[in-house]
């Protein structure tokens, strides 16, 4: 599974072997990197994992769309929202995937993407924000609604929202924009960050 769909390279090209031994043999500071390759699609990956093959052909619960409907055991479902800022589809992934758990867990989850809820960030229930930041950019999909929280100057638009913001990046980059979005996402929300 991971050499049909992953890339792998040496961290540091120039590495020479050296063997640590405790309990096992094992290659001392060895590390690698694996990126997806280029035909492979983020959350056509995450499905594949998450998909039983010998039911391939027929329609899974999980490529259902995700409604606001349902009850678990005779209870209503709580509302949810999960909202995504995504231009590779990992955040997008994580955003369904999250939503797939949520809703085992009793809550009814509407997904989409933060440019959907510009203007009207759900009040009365909670709220996830899951986004990338490209050098200090919001990525494509999120752009309108970072644009307009930034125009929010001491309105109190956003009062009420139960939220948690979830910023994914390269722990590799060492630019101090890496996490400018998601920062300026809580700020404006009401999180002081220092």
């Not at 490529?63 to 209503?76: F, L, M, Q, T, W």
């Not at 999250?98 to 809550?107: H, N, S, T, Y």
């Amino acid at each position: 599974m991971l050499l049909q769909n992953f890339d792998f390279r040496f961290d540091d090209p120039s590495y020479q072997l050296q063997i640590s031994q405790t309990l096992t043999i094992k290659p001392k500071n060895f590390f690698m990197h694996a990126t997806l390759r280029e035909h492979i699609d983020p959350i056509h990956l995450e499905k594949m994992l998450h998909v039983d093959t010998s039911q391939q052909g027929k329609h899974s619960d999980k490529d259902k769309p995700i409604a606001r409907s349902g009850a678990v055991n005779n209870k209503e479902k709580k509302p949810m929202a999960i909202l995504y800022g995504s231009n590779s589809g990992t955040c997008e992934a994580l955003a369904q995937n999250l939503a797939r758990v949520a809703g085992a867990r009793g809550f009814s989850v509407k997904v989409g993407t933060l440019d959907f809820a510009t203007g009207k960030v759900p009040k009365g229930e909670p709220v996830v924000m899951i986004s990338s930041s490209y050098e200090g950019q919001p990525p494509d999909n999120a752009a309108h609604f970072v644009n307009w929280l930034s125009s929010l100057d001491g309105e109190k638009t956003l009062e009420g929202v139960n939220y948690a913001v979830y910023g994914c990046g390269n722990r590799m980059s060492h630019s101090s924009k890496h996490f400018s979005v998601h920062t300026n996402i809580s700020r404006r929300l009401g999180f002081n960050l220092p």
